[in-house]
């Protein structure tokens, strides 16, 4: 070999390396989804009784926030912001059944920065979901019958056990490239009805209700007046949290071995709040369901300090856990309690943190990269917003402190609440605070009139 082809072949190894080690410090991105999962389901956020070692560990290393909100109340409206940074009632198409339209993804996004991106577990974004939707190599983990539903592996583990194999497979044939990948599971989602083994591995239970709020005191009382027993509910419920968990310290194993833990963040949230027992028995009346007629009261979700749950835009059915490692770049065993985020800065952060050039003006979220790293507080520049899909739903707002309920009924009461000093929602200021209630009122009403003026029902409905 020549002088001159000697020294072309070094520098083409040289080129080749840069671009490899370029690569590699773009970090890899694991997104793990739990489904109707209570911002005090964990241990970490406060269950006395969850058996969530992992997360909890998880939330050790890394950081815990106690101010990250879902954008909807239900697992579509939620998951289209986390996908798309966009608020779900800007879309006049429900996206579960129409897709996101040409909006761009996060995966679609990184996915032109070349990751390799995939999805595996709940979908409930789109009726696409061939590979390459949304930017998705590899979109698995259900399958379809002969009759076009959705169906789950037989697993002998947790009910979600499946998804996370194929998440750690998926990991495994990318672990020399930039990676993303959706972990989205069922748990806790209803119906719950872990095995006998599951229960004997939580072991059992005697719960102490004074350890409890009063939210958690209603649910209680609701299912000893449909004949439950609380102790057998409430097991059940955190075994099959517990379940998710040990999925989730396999997976971490395994990144650790692939000796990813550094290059890798790894989320951990929930779709929306917890779903009730008395919110299941309704929705089951609705639809007229036979399915989980024995296991319903199962449904032991804990909403923290917070009012409501799943459907409702109070804070225990918006305001949803948020953890994030990323080993020497997110400061570990930190809890941020002022930063006030969203699933709709998903998008906007993880570009900012993989240079990902976005135009900010085109998404509702906002780029909360500071706080994830420990740099800063983030304070928002734009207010969260909630509407569900129909024309004449009540909208609310949250604005620094803030937080308005606004009515669109007739003789509607319109509630103001100062969330920060009142996280419970309990103290209604909004005839105390007219400035206030007006002001936030006036940026609602601006806001839903730029949605669209009718939505295109849809049966693909949303649970």
């Given at each position: ?122 979908w409930h974004i789109g009726p696409d979901t061939a ?159 036979v399915d989980g007629d024995d296991n319903r009261l ?27 490692r990323w080993p020497g770049h997110v400061p570990s ?131």
């Amino acid at each position: 070999m020549t002088t001159r082809r000697l020294l072309a072949f070094v520098a083409l190894l040289i080129v080749g390396a840069g671009a490899h080690a370029a690569d590699r410090s773009r970090p890899n991105v694991v997104f793990i989804l739990l489904d109707d999962l209570g911002w005090g389901d964990l241990h970490c956020y406060g269950h006395p009784y969850a058996k969530t070692p992992n997360i909890d560990r998880l939330a050790d290393e890394g950081l815990r926030f106690l101010q990250c909100y879902a954008t909807g109340v239900t697992c579509c409206p939620s998951r289209t912001g986390f996908m798309t940074s966009k608020f779900p009632a800007t879309y006049p198409v429900y996206p579960a059944a129409g897709g996101f339209a040409l909006r761009p993804t996060i995966t679609a996004l990184l996915k032109q920065q070349g990751y390799a991106t995939g999805h595996f577990g709940k979908w409930h974004i789109g009726p696409d979901t061939a590979p390459g939707t949304y930017g998705i190599d590899t979109i698995g983990s259900e399958q379809d019958d002969a009759g076009g539903k959705k169906k789950r592996r037989n697993t002998s583990g947790g009910r979600d056990s499946y998804i996370y194999d194929d998440a750690i497979a998926f990991i495994e044939q990318h672990r020399d490239e930039p990676f993303y990948v959706n972990v989205w599971g069922h748990i806790p989602h209803h119906p719950i009805d872990p095995s006998s083994e599951l229960l004997e591995a939580f072991g059992p239970l005697s719960v102490d209700e004074s350890k409890f709020p009063p939210e958690m005191q209603s649910k209680f009382a609701y299912c000893k007046k449909l004949g439950g027993d609380v102790n057998q509910h409430m097991r059940a419920y955190l075994a099959d949290v517990k379940s998710a968990d040990d999925d989730v310290g396999r997976l971490l194993r395994r990144l650790d071995e692939l000796g990813l833990r550094e290059t890798t963040i790894v989320a951990v949230s929930s779709d929306q709040g917890c779903a009730g027992a008395a919110e299941v028995e309704e929705q089951k009346k609705k639809r007229k369901a036979v399915d989980g007629d024995d296991n319903r009261l199962n449904a032991m979700g804990y909403p923290g300090p917070f009012r409501g749950g799943k459907h409702s835009q109070l804070e225990g059915g918006v305001r949803i856990p948020f953890i994030v490692r990323w080993p020497g770049h997110v400061p570990s065993a930190r809890v941020d309690k002022e930063s006030v985020i969203s699933g709709a800065d998903w998008l906007p952060t993880l570009c900012r943190i993989a240079g990902v050039k976005i135009d900010a003006g085109d998404f509702d979220g906002e780029d909360a990269s500071a706080a994830w790293l420990g740099q800063s507080t983030h304070v928002r520049n734009k207010p969260l917003l909630w509407k569900t899909s129909a024309t004449n739903s009540d909208p609310a707002i949250r604005d620094g402190q803030w937080k308005l309920h606004g009515s669109h009924r007739r003789r509607g009461t319109v509630e103001l609440y100062d969330v920060v000093a009142d996280p419970g929602e309990h103290r209604n200021l909004a005839a105390g605070r007219p400035d206030i209630a007006q002001a936030l009122t006036a940026k609602l009403d601006a806001w839903v009139a730029t949605l669209p003026k009718s939505y295109v029902k849809s049966d693909d409905r949303d649970d």
